[in-house]
């Protein structure tokens, strides 16, 4: 599939708020697959992420004429998806994390996966893998939008609910820590 522009991310939102069912469709295939890897983030439970992915569209077919254009539909639809997976947990007390009444922020593959392409050494990967689990599951997060969706600061602050310095400083927090953690450590 080829990835649309932002700005053809948003003429389809647009049309489909207009009532374009094709737009509907087209919107829904953009964006899938990226928020079912966006939810895995979230939690292991495919089913339940898929489910929580139907739902996000359906709600979203279901209340169209309700719906306003926005500035950024990626961060939106994420957004939106976040919003329902952590009202499945606190409906669910099963799967909120012990120490947190949201659901936490899991970083396992995707990020893993692109610094481990990078390197060139096969004795880093265990390295990377036991500092990224040193790392909170916030840090996690901001690391993912920021390098792995590769999304804007002003992005990362709608989604984490953060302000703009608290996100720079937390990103910067983050990679300082990664940097200890390769000179000491390993």
């Given at each position: 599939?080829?990835?649309?522009?932002?700005?053809?991310?948003?003429?389809?939102?647009?049309?489909?708020?207009?009532?374009?069912?094709?737009?509907?469709?087209?919107?829904?295939?953009?964006?899938?697959?990226?928020?079912?890897?966006?939810?895995?983030?979230?939690?292991?439970?495919?089913?339940?992420?898929?489910?929580?992915?139907?739902?996000?569209?359906?709600?979203?077919?279901?209340?169209?004429?309700?719906?306003?254009?926005?500035?950024?539909?990626?961060?939106?639809?994420?957004?939106?998806?976040?919003?329902?997976?952590?009202?499945?947990?606190?409906?669910?007390?099963?799967?909120?994390?012990?120490?947190?009444?949201?659901?936490?922020?899991?970083?396992?593959?995707?990020?893993?996966?692109?610094?481990?392409?990078?390197?060139?050494?096969?004795?880093?990967?265990?390295?990377?893998?036991?500092?990224?689990?040193?790392?909170?599951?916030?840090?996690?997060?901001?690391?993912?939008?920021?390098?792995?969706?590769?999304?804007?600061?002003?992005?990362?602050?709608d989604l984490m609910?953060?302000?703009?310095?608290?996100?720079?400083?937390?990103?910067?927090?983050?990679?300082?820590?990664?940097?200890?953690?390769?000179?000491?450590?390993?």
């Amino acid at each position: 599939m080829v990835e649309k522009t932002q700005s053809e991310e948003m003429h389809l939102w647009n049309n489909f708020i207009s009532g374009d069912d094709d737009a509907f469709r087209s919107l829904f295939d953009t964006f899938v697959n990226q928020l079912f890897i966006y939810g895995l983030n979230f939690m292991y439970n495919k089913e339940l992420i898929k489910d929580c992915v139907q739902d996000l569209f359906v709600k979203l077919y279901t209340d169209r004429k309700k719906l306003k254009p926005v500035s950024n539909v990626r961060v939106y639809l994420y957004k939106s998806l976040k919003n329902s997976i952590f009202n499945l947990f606190r409906k669910e007390e099963t799967l909120i994390h012990i120490d947190t009444i949201e659901p936490v922020f899991l970083l396992e593959t995707s990020i893993e996966s692109q610094i481990i392409e990078n390197e060139i050494e096969t004795g880093r990967k265990k390295a990377i893998n036991d500092m990224i689990k040193q790392l909170t599951p916030r840090q996690c997060e901001v690391l993912y939008y920021r390098y792995v969706e590769e999304l804007s600061y002003e992005e990362i602050c709608d989604l984490m609910k953060m302000n703009y310095q608290s996100v720079r400083n937390l990103l910067h927090r983050t990679i300082s820590k990664l940097k200890s953690f390769s000179k000491t450590d390993y």
